[in-house]
């Protein structure tokens, strides 16, 4: 997705063997969690072009047959966004990014019949999260245990999330009951980020 030409195929690829695209879920990047002062350049445009630019244009190439269809888009983005850290500030900009670029596509989608939303998910456990932990914990001290048990503690929520249930909510963002859902950020984080 970091290829400008990938989304053009893609798209083509899909509309050629299906004949039409009904939802769209761009989910694909990790950005580095590296310090502030210490990510270079080519670490942030990196970041930029995989899950920023990849999910733009790939909506953009899909625009047309997501308008033929009525259908859907969803934007996976990330707690970050909403609390960005010295940490992980190239994946909090580029996360806040996505929530405004769904934004945007969704004022577009209005006119042109498409839903748009992004999803805000906290700590999910994937397999990307789990090789995170079994790197940071030796390095801090710990055994991966003691590492799994305390970040849920410091961020005041019961557990992790489970991918199936951050595909729960997609499956719903682009079901027909949801269709009046339009421009909406959704966050599912355990309660990680309080809010009304």
Known sequence: MREPRSAEILVEGIVDRFGRIDALVNIAGAVPQIDLFE?????WD???ALKLHGARRLTMRAWDSLKASKGA???ISGSAALDPKPGFAAVASINAAIIALAKAFAEQGIKDGVQVNSVVPGAVMTG???SFIDHWAPEHGMSVEEAMKRFPEEAGIARYGEPEEIAGL???LVSREARWLTGA????????????
Do not use: H, P
Not at 39 to 43: E, N, V, Y
Not at 185 to 196: A, C
């Open 46 to 48: 990196d970041g930029l």
């Open 128 to 130: 990307r999260r789990r």
């Open 170 to 172: 997609i499956a719903y």
């Open 73 to 75: 888009v969803v934007f």
């Open 185 to 196: 950020s959704v966050r599912m984080d355990g309660g990680e980020i309080k809010g009304v």
């Open 39 to 43: 990510m270079t350049d080519a670490q």
